[in-house]
Nanobody, 112 residues
């Protein structure tokens, strides 16, 4: 099973980024999947989750109303649309399947 994140980068406060997580080696549509992040010097934080068919979405309070999780099971891809970014969103973002399989992460930096 391989998970590959992309879409990170530098954004200004109030800006937007869209992360993607491409999965392979797994029947993607069978699994719920999660976004997590780790800020410099801090522990891992759960950000968002989505069930296998995309009908149930879950968000941490810190991102609710600003981030939107979605998935395209036909393309084995998970997305995280991040709007109204804040400096405290700066972190390495990971997708994880059951906390057993992790991508390499993509860095998001929010700074003016």
């Amino acid at each position: 099973i391989q998970l590959v994140e992309s879409g990170g980068g530098l954004a200004q406060p109030g800006g937007s980024l869209r992360l993607a997580c491409a999965a392979s080696g797994v029947t993607f549509s069978n699994y719920a999947i999660t976004w997590a992040r780790q800020a410099p010097g801090k522990g891992l934080e759960w950000v968002s989750g989505i069930n296998s068919d995309g009908s149930r979405l879950y968000y941490a309070d810190s991102v609710k109303g600003r981030f939107t999780v979605s998935r395209d099971n036909a393309k084995n891809t998970l997305f995280l649309q991040m709007n109204n970014l804040k400096p405290e969103d700066t972190a390495q973002y990971y997708c994880t399947l059951g906390y057993d399989y992790w991508g390499q992460g993509t860095q998001v930096t929010v700074s003016s």
